[in-house]
C-alpha cells in the first residue's frame, strides 16, 4: 500500500481538488466517484446524489470543507489543503468500501489530521473512483481554528500503511530509510504516459546523470557529458561566481508554457547533489604516472572480486563506498557490453541504484581503483576478442552483488536488500548469456584426458573440499583449457591453481570451476619471469629502480570544481589529445555511448508506467 501526501494551496485549491476527485480524471479513468468516509460521516456526496447537479453538491462539500479555513481569514496558513492517494497493489484483493472507509480513519488519524476520538480535528473525505485505490482530501485548519498537529506525517502515514498491509493480508512493502530516490509526481507519469514513454523525465535524467558521474574525470566532464547527451544544463552560481549546484532539463521537455521542466541535481537523487558528484569526482582526478600502467580489466575485475572482504569488515563507510562504487560500475556496464546483454546489465543498474544509499556515509576513496580502471575500460572498452574481460567484470559483480544484499539485510536495509536481490536476478542472466560463449570456446580446446587427470590430482590436492563440485562443473572442460595456457606461457598449473585459490574462498561460488577459470585466465595472462629475472629475485640485494617519468596532473579549481584546461564551449573538458578537434570529437564519441542505452530504462508493465511498488521513502 502506497500512500503519498500533496499539499495544495491558493484561492480555491479544495474546489479544485474536489472537482479533481469526483470528475472523469485526466484520460477518463475515474470510474463511479463517490464517498467512503468523513469527518462526520453524512458529508454531501456528490457521486451519490440524484436530484441534484454533481457540480452543486461539489460546491457545497467543498464549502463544507473550507469553512475552518475560511473563519481564520488572512491567518489562514499557505497551504490549506492536505491531499493523500492511497494504493493497493496491483495483486491485492479488491477491497470494499466499508474497509476502505476504515483505511482512511486509520490514515488521518496517523497522520495527526484526524486524531481517533478528536471532535474538533480537521474536515476531511475519502473519495472512491477505482477499485485499487482511495484520495483523502482534508482542510488544514481544525475546526477548533488551530493548526493539526502533523509532524512527519508522510512518515507517519508510511508506518500506519505497513500495518494496515498486515491486518488487510495486502503485498507487504520495505520499510524506507529516508535515502530513497524521489519519486516522480501523477502529472509526470500521466506526462510521459501520454507521449507514448517507458520511463518519466525524472528517471530518464536520474539515469543519465549518474552516468555521467561514473564516466567523467572531473567535474567539467560532468556537464559536458550531459549536455552532449540532450540534457539542458542550468547551473547555480553564488554572487563569488562559483557553482553551488545544477538544474537539468531534458532537451524537448517543458511545461504548458514552453518553458523546459527543471530539476535540481539533489531531486534527482540525495546521492546527485553536486556536493555529493564533487566526492566521487575527486577519487577519478587523473593522477602523476609514475608507475607502468596496468591493464585496467585486471585492475577491475580484481577491485571488484575485492568487495566482498570490505563487505565483512567493520568499516561501515568503506563498505559503502564499495557498494557505490558497485553501482557506478553496473552504470557503465550496458555501455560497455554488446547489444544481446545490454538490456538486462541495463535493468540491473536501475535496481541496485537503490543499494547504492543508505544513512551511513559512503567514504568513496576506499574504492578509487575500481572507479578509475572503469573509467579506463569505459574510455577503450575492448575486453579483448573473445570478450572473457567482460564475463569476468560481470561475474564478479555478481557476487559482489549477492554480499551487497547480505551487508544491507544485517543492517536492516529492507529496501536496499530488495533491491540488490533485484538485481542479482538480472545479473545471473547477463552473466550466463556473456559467460557462455566463451566457456564453450575454451571447452573446445580442452587439453587430452592425461593432462585432465593431472589436473584433477592437482585439485584434489589443493581443494578436496570442492573437489566434486569442481570436476563435475559445465565449466570443468574450460578450466582445464585455461590451466593449459598457464602452462604454455611458463607457468607452474599447480602454484597457478594455488594462486587461484588463495585469492578467495569458493564456498559462496556459484560455478566453482567457472570463477577458478576466470581467476587462472587472468593470472596465467602475467608476465611470467624469464630464468634470469628469477636467480636475480633470489639475491640478497636489490637494484635502485629509477624513477619513472611522470605526467603533469592538470591543474584544478578547487573552488569550482573545474579544470583549468579549456576547450571551447560551455565547460572546460580536458581531453586525450592536445588538438581541440579531436578532443571536440572524443567528446562527442564518448556522449554518444553514454546515450546508447537511453531506450533500455527500467522495464515497466503495460499502463503501469512510473507507477514502481517500490514503498520507497
Request: proline letters at 6%; hydrophobic letters at 35%; aromatic letters at 4%.
Amino acid at each position: 500500500m502506497l500512500p503519498k501526501i500533496i499539499l495544495g494551496a491558493g484561492p480555491g485549491a479544495t474546489r479544485r481538488t474536489i472537482h479533481y476527485l469526483f470528475g472523469q480524471g485526466r484520460a477518463n479513468e475515474h470510474t463511479d466517484p463517490h464517498l467512503v468516509a468523513s469527518w462526520n460521516g453524512f458529508a454531501p456526496d456528490p457521486g451519490r446524489s440524484p436530484h441534484r447537479t454533481p457540480q452543486d453538491v461539489e460546491k457545497q462539500l467543498a464549502t463544507q470543507l473550507d469553512q475552518p479555513v475560511k473563519m481564520l481569514g488572512d491567518k489562514a496558513p499557505k497551504h490549506t489543503v492536505w491531499h493523500c492517494p492511497v494504493r493497493a497493489a496491483p495483486e491485492d484483493p479488491i477491497l470494499t468500501d466499508a474497509q476502505w472507509a476504515a483505511i482512511a480513519h486509520r490514515i488521518v488519524a496517523a497522520a495527526g489530521i484526524a486524531p481517533e476520538g478528536d471532535e474538533e480535528a480537521c474536515r476531511w473525505v475519502a473519495v472512491r473512483h477505482a477499485e485499487d485505490h482511495i484520495h483523502i482530501a482534508a482542510t488544514l485548519v481544525r475546526q477548533d481554528g488551530r493548526r493539526p498537529s502533523r509532524d512527519y506525517d508522510q512518515r507517519a502515514v508510511q508506518n500506519e500503511a505497513r500495518r494496515i498491509e498486515a491486518d488487510y493480508g495486502l503485498r507487504r512493502l520495505k520499510r524506507g530509510d529516508g535515502t530513497a530516490a524521489k519519486r516522480h509526481t501523477s502529472k509526470e507519469h500521466f506526462k510521459a504516459k501520454r507521449q507514448g514513454q517507458d520511463a518519466t523525465s525524472r528517471e530518464i535524467l536520474r539515469q543519465r546523470a549518474r552516468r555521467a558521474v561514473a564516466a567523467a574525470s572531473d567535474e567539467a566532464e560532468f556537464f559536458a557529458f550531459l549536455e552532449a547527451t540532450g540534457v539542458n544544463v542550468r547551473p547555480k552560481r553564488a554572487p563569488s561566481g562559483d557553482i553551488t549546484g545544477y538544474s537539468v532539463a531534458l532537451h524537448g521537455d517543458v511545461n504548458l508554457h514552453g518553458d523546459p521542466v527543471w530539476f535540481s541535481g539533489s531531486t534527482l537523487a540525495g546521492d546527485l547533489s553536486l556536493p555529493k558528484v564533487r566526492e566521487c569526482l575527486t577519487t577519478t582526478r587523473p593522477e602523476p604516472v609514475t608507475t607502468p600502467t596496468a591493464n585496467p580489466w585486471h585492475q577491475a575485475i580484481a577491485a571488484t572480486e575485492r568487495i566482498p572482504h570490505h563487505l565483512v569488515q567493520d568499516d561501515e563507510h568503506a563498505a559503502q563506498g564499495q557498494l557505490a562504487a558497485l553501482g557506478a560500475t553496473l552504470d557503465l556496464l550496458p555501455l560497455i557490453a554488446t547489444t544481446p546483454v545490454r538490456m538486462e546489465l541495463n535493468r540491473a543498474a536501475a535496481a541496485f541504484e537503490r543499494t547504492t544509499r543508505s544513512r551511513i556515509t559512503a567514504d568513496h576513496h576506499s574504492a578509487r581503483t575500481l572507479r578509475r580502471s572503469l573509467q579506463l575500460i569505459w574510455r577503450s572498452p575492448s575486453p579483448g576478442d573473445d570478450g572473457s574481460g567482460l564475463a569476468m567484470l560481470v561475474d564478479a559483480a555478481l557476487t559482489a552483488a549477492v554480499f551487497a544484499m547480505h551487508w544491507h539485510r544485517t543492517r536492516q536495509h529492507a529496501q536496499q536488500e530488495a533491491a540488490a536481490k533485484q538485481a542479482l536476478v538480472h545479473l545471473q542472466t547477463a552473466s550466463t548469456r556473456i559467460a557462455g560463449p566463451v566457456l564453450d570456446s575454451l571447452a573446445h580446446r580442452t587439453p587430452t584426458q592425461q593432462v585432465k587427470r593431472r589436473y584433477a590430482q592437482h585439485v584434489q590436492q589443493a581443494v578436496p573440499e570442492h573437489v566434486e563440485r569442481i570436476l563435475d562443473d559445465p565449466a570443468w572442460d574450460a578450466l582445464t583449457t585455461v590451466l593449459a595456457q598457464a602452462e604454455k606461457a611458463g607457468h607452474n598449473a599447480a602454484t597457478v591453481l594455488d594462486q587461484a585459490l588463495g585469492q578467495r574462498t569458493l564456498d559462496d561460488a556459484h560455478s566453482p570451476a567457472r570463477a577458478l577459470t576466470w581467476r587462472i585466465r587472468r593470472l596465467g595472462e602475467r608476465h611470467v619471469p624469464s630464468p634470469l629475472a628469477q636467480a636475480a629475485k633470489a639475491r640478497t640485494t636489490v637494484p635502485t629502480r629509477q624513477p619513472a617519468r611522470s605526467q603533469e596532473p592538470r591543474a584544478f579549481n578547487s573552488s569550482t570544481g573545474h579544470s583549468a584546461s579549456r576547450r571551447r564551449g560551455r565547460w572546460a573538458v580536458a581531453q586525450p589529445g592536445s588538438d581541440a578537434a579531436d578532443g571536440r570529437s572524443w567528446l562527442k564519441r564518448s556522449a554518444s555511448r553514454l546515450d546508447a542505452t537511453a531506450g533500455c530504462g527500467p522495464r515497466r508493465p503495460s499502463g503501469q508506467v512510473g507507477h514502481l511498488r517500490s514503498g520507497e521513502e
